[in-house]
């Protein structure tokens, strides 16, 4: 889909409505938002439920997926069939003909969680964003292989934690679904 949107399912405001119980309960200071659609749905509904202001930021959105936007699958690998064969193992600086690499995609949310942490010290920081950020960012603060993030699971509402102490970042849990329970649907 990349940086087309979509209105959230049943399904999605389901995940939105229980991510937001749980981070209201658990408390959260600060809410950034990609300034897609789709994740300001969510980003809503985790606002009023917290009551707070939900701030966009244009950093936070999903990877630019280029000649892919529109596409299914099945038709950008019809379309592109180098591109799928370069791509079975997933490499950080090969990008989506006219869109955008993991490695852009880092250098541009790693400063924002810089600034956010200069800016927002000792405070619980909330972003709502996409799967790919979410991988970029583990690769890049855990310090793994592009490859090894996409072994590690990113599901819709899920939460990933990290804390930052002492100039380093500290990886607290990952895809935290606990809040998914009672027949609301991980996809």
């Given at each position: 889909?990349?940086?087309?949107?979509?209105?959230?399912?049943?399904?999605?405001?389901?995940?939105?409505?229980?991510?937001?119980?749980?981070?209201?309960?658990?408390?959260?200071?600060?809410?950034?938002?990609?300034?897609?659609?789709?994740?300001?749905?969510?980003?809503?509904?985790?606002?009023?439920?917290?009551?707070?202001?939900?701030?966009?930021?244009?950093?936070?959105?999903?990877?630019?997926?280029?000649?892919?936007?529109?596409?299914?699958?099945?038709?950008?690998?019809?379309?592109?069939?180098?591109?799928?064969?370069?791509?079975?193992?997933?490499?950080?600086?090969?990008?989506?003909?006219?869109?955008?690499?993991?490695?852009?995609?880092?250098?541009?949310?790693?400063?924002?969680?810089?600034?956010?942490?200069?800016?927002?010290?000792?405070?619980?920081?909330?972003?709502?964003?996409?799967?790919?950020?979410?991988?970029?960012?583990?690769?890049?603060?855990?310090?793994?292989?592009?490859?090894?993030?996409?072994?590690?699971?990113?599901?819709?509402?899920?939460?990933?934690?990290?804390?930052?102490?002492?100039?380093?970042?500290?990886?607290?849990?990952?895809?935290?679904?606990?809040?998914?329970?009672?027949?609301?649907?991980r996809r």
């Amino acid at each position: 889909m990349g940086h087309l949107d979509s209105p959230l399912t049943a399904n999605g405001l389901r995940q939105a409505s229980a991510v937001a119980a749980r981070l209201a309960r658990t408390g959260v200071d600060v809410l950034y938002t990609s300034d897609l659609g789709r994740a300001q749905s969510t980003a809503t509904v985790v606002a009023e439920a917290c009551g707070l202001e939900a701030v966009p930021d244009h950093r936070l959105r999903e990877r630019h997926a280029g000649a892919f936007q529109g596409l299914l699958v099945e038709e950008a690998q019809a379309r592109y069939p180098a591109y799928f064969v370069e791509s079975t193992v997933p490499v950080p600086d090969l990008a989506i003909p006219g869109g955008e690499s993991a490695v852009q995609i880092r250098d541009r949310v790693v400063p924002l969680l810089e600034e956010l942490c200069e800016r927002h010290g000792g405070r619980s920081v909330a972003l709502v964003t996409h799967g790919i950020v979410i991988r970029t960012v583990l690769w890049h603060l855990v310090k793994c292989s592009y490859a090894a993030a996409f072994r590690l699971r990113v599901d819709n509402a899920g939460l990933t934690a990290f804390r930052f102490v002492d100039g380093q970042w500290i990886l607290s849990s990952s895809n935290d679904t606990g809040h998914l329970s009672n027949g609301v649907d991980r996809r």
